[in-house]
């Protein structure tokens, strides 16, 4: 669809542009955009190097290492932590409300979103389920900046808690079902199989853990989308996109079942597993 219409020598933005180009629009994806200037597009001049080494870029692009990076450019001051966060919301606007329509979640009344940055996904939760609670485990920078995001006074009363952490050191919170959206395509499997041990000692049997990822196709040629993002993710961290029989295993080896997976329209897939 083009960005613009033409008509009689006057120029106006189409629906789609005015919605996510725009920069007041509640959906803009203006910080998102801004994100691939600074981060995406510096590292992805390194694209020729990432292949050759098989390694992330992250110290070559910017000068610290991959460990240092999250500290030292993203949380370096608020300002750094909400530009980072900024790109994330803007995204997760947008398609929260496709994962929300995913599956019917009514069953379950509490939840943890684990890296749940400002807490879009959260909030649509709680629109939908008013009756849920969720938390939202995120790094203390982020936990502290994403509060501001949602204001009380949009009539999104959800109860809806930030709670700063580091979920790999982190006892995790009770809950009926625990959320990783975008989150496993950052790492390698031992942190994933790490997650997901402490997920299934955690959980009482019936609960839930929800993932949302891009799914390869089988044989990892595309979608060519996925196949850019997987790109991404050997530039900028030390993990890749899966295919569902990778994520099916990765659940079924930590003790999960009935793994269930329900394209968004939106490029991402909603994963629901249960604990055995
Ligand atoms: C790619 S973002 C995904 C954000 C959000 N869940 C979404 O779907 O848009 C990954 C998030 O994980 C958070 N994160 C990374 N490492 C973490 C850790 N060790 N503990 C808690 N959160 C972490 C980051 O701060 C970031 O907000």
Redesign the pocket.
Known sequence: MPSFSFQCGVYSNSPLASNHLTSNSEVSLKGWISFANLITWPLFTNLEHAVREGTDQVSRTFGVSGKQF?KEK?FKDEASTKN??DG??G??LA??PSVVKAFNFSEFKTVC??????G??AYELCRVYPEMSIKV???P??AKVAAKYFEPQDGKSAKVEFVP??????ELPAADMY?????F??WQEDKIHQLLKKAHKTLKPGGAVLL?EHLFNDDKTGPPPVTVRCLLMLLGSEGRERTKEEYTQLLEVNGFKDVQFKPTGVLQTAILARRL
């Not at 979103?113 to 400002?118: A, E, V």
């Not at 952490?165 to 982190?170: A, P, R, S, T, Y």
């Not at 959320?179 to 989150?183: A, C, E, L």
């Open positions: 999250y993203f980072f966060m994330m919301h995204l997760s398609t929260s979103d684990f890296g749940g940055g400002t879009a996904l485990l995120e790094l920078p982020v952490g580091d979920f790999f050191e982190k959320i990783f959206s975008q989150v395509h950052n949302v």
